[in-house]
């Protein structure tokens, strides 16, 4: 039960921190300020996040955390990477232009010292990335899972991300994030080998 209420907290901070964020921007943003808006203590922020990067690798992680969970567990299991990869794929699609994700992004963009953007990518690409890298790297082993990797990504998610930030682009509904994935993976077969039909 502890538990429970402690992540109900969590997330009533974060959804504080992702409105002061949106006001303020990152500079602006304050564990002090987080904390008033989600009534919380500051003690608490402190011993729970340590500083407000903490907060915002926090925020960045939950954002990332389905993505991230799908894909460790599919590393341990026999499933081919094709299968894996039509699972993940929209997950992936929905996170990166999801509002939470766009907020963090253009809050980075306007941090002069780089701070939120480290943070995202430590939370987000540094542990997504290799994760499909090692996956396709055991479906093939004769092809840099790296680059594979990369080409995924580019074909998934493209500027579509750039686009959301800079507000060229509304967020796609499920049946424009079907047909991009499924446009996506096709291309990623015909181009790399790797699809469901392959063990």
């Known amino acids: 039960m502890e538990g429970d209420r402690r992540a109900e907290r969590e997330r009533a901070i974060e959804a504080a921190a992702y409105e002061v964020l949106a006001e303020r921007g990152y ?16 003690e608490t922020m402190y011993r729970w996040y340590g500083d407000k990067n903490g907060l915002f690798a926090a925020m960045v992680r939950r954002n990332a955390q389905a993505a991230g969970e799908r894909l460790e567990a599919a590393l341990s299991g026999d499933q081919g ?10 997950i992936l699609l929905q996170l990166v232009l999801g509002e ?3 907020a963090l992004n253009r809050a980075a ?3 002069p010292t780089g701070d939120l953007g480290r943070i995202i990518a430590e939370g987000g690409r540094r542990r997504i990335v290799p994760l499909i890298a090692t996956l396709l790297r055991r479906e093939r082993p004769d092809i840099d899972g790296d ?9 998934v ?3 579509q991300q750039v686009r ?5 682009l509304s967020p796609p509904d499920e049946a424009a994030i079907a047909r991009r994935v499924a446009w996506a993976l096709e291309a ?3 181009l790399s080998g790797i699809g469901e039909d392959r063990p």
């Open 164 to 168: 959301r930030i800079v507000g060229d």
């Open 81 to 90: 990477a094709g299968a894996i990869l039509r699972e993940v794929a929209p």
């Open 157 to 159: 998610i493209g500027d």
């Open 188 to 190: 990623f077969g015909r």
């Open 100 to 102: 939470r994700a766009v």
């Open 27 to 42: 500079g602006g943003t304050s564990m002090l300020l987080v904390a008033r808006r989600a009534k919380a203590s500051n």
């Open 109 to 111: 963009a306007a941090d």
């Open 147 to 155: 680059d594979l990797a990369e080409l995924f990504i580019a074909l």
